[in-house]
Protein backbone atom coordinates (compact mmCIF):
# COMPACT_ATOMS: atom_id res chain seq x y z
CA UNK A 1 0.00 0.00 0.00
CA UNK A 2 0.89 3.56 -1.16
CA UNK A 3 0.26 6.69 0.69
CA UNK A 4 0.90 10.31 -0.71
CA UNK A 5 0.67 13.02 1.75
CA UNK A 6 1.93 16.96 1.97
CA UNK A 7 -0.19 18.58 -0.87
CA UNK A 8 -1.38 21.88 0.30
CA UNK A 9 -2.31 25.41 -0.90
CA UNK A 10 0.68 27.53 -1.75
CA UNK A 11 1.24 30.66 -3.70
CA UNK A 12 3.13 30.73 -7.12
CA UNK A 13 6.43 30.76 -6.73
CA UNK A 14 6.57 28.19 -3.35
CA UNK A 15 7.36 24.77 -2.86
CA UNK A 16 6.01 22.01 -1.78
CA UNK A 17 7.05 18.15 -0.81
CA UNK A 18 4.96 15.26 -1.12
CA UNK A 19 5.46 12.02 0.55
CA UNK A 20 4.80 8.76 -0.59
CA UNK A 21 5.12 6.05 2.48
CA UNK A 22 4.89 3.05 1.71
CA UNK A 23 4.08 -0.66 3.81
CA UNK A 24 5.72 -4.36 3.01
CA UNK A 25 8.44 -5.46 2.83
CA UNK A 26 9.56 -5.43 -0.92
CA UNK A 27 9.78 -1.29 -1.12
CA UNK A 28 13.62 -1.23 -2.00
CA UNK A 29 12.79 -3.46 -4.93
CA UNK A 30 10.40 -1.20 -6.53
CA UNK A 31 10.96 1.59 -8.83
CA UNK A 32 8.76 4.53 -7.65
CA UNK A 33 7.38 7.39 -9.54
CA UNK A 34 4.71 10.34 -9.37
CA UNK A 35 1.65 11.33 -11.37
CA UNK A 36 -0.48 13.99 -11.08
CA UNK A 37 -3.92 14.59 -12.85
CA UNK A 38 -5.63 17.92 -13.35
CA UNK A 39 -8.99 18.66 -13.68
CA UNK A 40 -10.84 17.59 -17.13
CA UNK A 41 -7.19 16.32 -17.94
CA UNK A 42 -5.25 13.06 -18.22
CA UNK A 43 -2.95 11.72 -15.97
CA UNK A 44 1.13 12.92 -16.62
CA UNK A 45 4.24 11.42 -15.53
CA UNK A 46 6.55 13.60 -13.49
CA UNK A 47 9.63 11.92 -12.12
CA UNK A 48 10.62 8.30 -11.11
CA UNK A 49 13.25 6.98 -9.13
CA UNK A 50 14.77 3.71 -9.52
CA UNK A 51 14.96 1.14 -6.27
CA UNK A 52 18.64 2.37 -5.35
CA UNK A 53 18.15 5.89 -5.77
CA UNK A 54 21.16 5.94 -8.62
CA UNK A 55 18.79 6.44 -11.61
CA UNK A 56 15.86 8.78 -12.07
CA UNK A 57 13.41 10.09 -14.90
CA UNK A 58 11.65 13.39 -14.92
CA UNK A 59 9.20 15.19 -17.65
CA UNK A 60 10.25 17.89 -19.22
CA UNK A 61 7.49 19.87 -17.92
CA UNK A 62 9.33 19.44 -14.95
CA UNK A 63 12.41 19.09 -15.22
CA UNK A 64 14.78 21.22 -12.99
CA UNK A 65 12.06 22.05 -10.61
CA UNK A 66 10.64 18.88 -9.44
CA UNK A 67 13.06 16.31 -7.73
CA UNK A 68 12.33 12.88 -6.66
CA UNK A 69 14.20 10.75 -3.80
CA UNK A 70 14.04 8.02 -1.61
CA UNK A 71 15.03 6.73 1.96
CA UNK A 72 14.77 3.04 1.62
CA UNK A 73 15.24 2.40 5.45
CA UNK A 74 11.94 4.85 5.94
CA UNK A 75 10.34 3.31 2.88
CA UNK A 76 9.30 6.64 1.32
CA UNK A 77 9.67 8.43 -1.80
CA UNK A 78 9.64 12.29 -1.77
CA UNK A 79 8.87 14.52 -4.57
CA UNK A 80 10.18 18.12 -4.19
CA UNK A 81 8.66 20.77 -5.90
CA UNK A 82 10.25 24.37 -6.61
CA UNK A 83 8.82 26.95 -7.81
CA UNK A 84 5.15 26.07 -8.38
CA UNK A 85 3.25 27.55 -10.50
CA UNK A 86 -0.67 27.79 -10.96
CA UNK A 87 -0.47 25.14 -13.87
CA UNK A 88 1.07 22.54 -11.10
CA UNK A 89 -2.43 22.90 -9.63
CA UNK A 90 -3.42 18.98 -9.79
CA UNK A 91 -4.01 15.82 -7.64
CA UNK A 92 -0.69 13.80 -7.04
CA UNK A 93 -0.39 10.23 -7.21
CA UNK A 94 2.66 8.36 -6.20
CA UNK A 95 3.00 4.82 -7.32
CA UNK A 96 5.60 1.90 -7.42
CA UNK A 97 6.66 -0.52 -10.62
CA UNK A 98 8.26 -3.88 -10.06
CA UNK A 99 10.04 -3.80 -13.33
CA UNK A 100 9.21 -1.00 -15.69
CA UNK A 101 10.03 2.93 -15.93
CA UNK A 102 6.52 3.23 -17.83
CA UNK A 103 3.72 0.84 -16.50
CA UNK A 104 2.90 1.30 -12.58
CA UNK A 105 0.86 -1.15 -10.78
CA UNK A 106 0.30 0.18 -7.50
CA UNK A 107 -1.00 3.60 -6.89
CA UNK A 108 -1.45 5.55 -3.96
CA UNK A 109 -4.85 8.19 -2.97
CA UNK A 110 -3.17 11.25 -4.10
CA UNK A 111 -2.93 14.49 -2.64
CA UNK A 112 -4.43 17.73 -3.60
CA UNK A 113 -1.88 20.79 -4.86
CA UNK A 114 -3.06 23.92 -5.03
CA UNK A 115 -1.02 26.83 -6.37
CA UNK A 116 -2.30 30.44 -6.04
CA UNK A 117 -1.37 32.93 -8.58
Known amino acids: QLQASGGGLVQAGGSLRLSCAAS????????MGWFRQAPEKEREFLAA????????RYADSVKGRFTISRDNAKKTSYLQMNSLKAEDTAVYFC????????????WGQGTLVTVSS
Open 49 to 56: ISWSGGST
Open 95 to 106: AASRTSWSEFGS
Open 24 to 31: GSTFTSYI
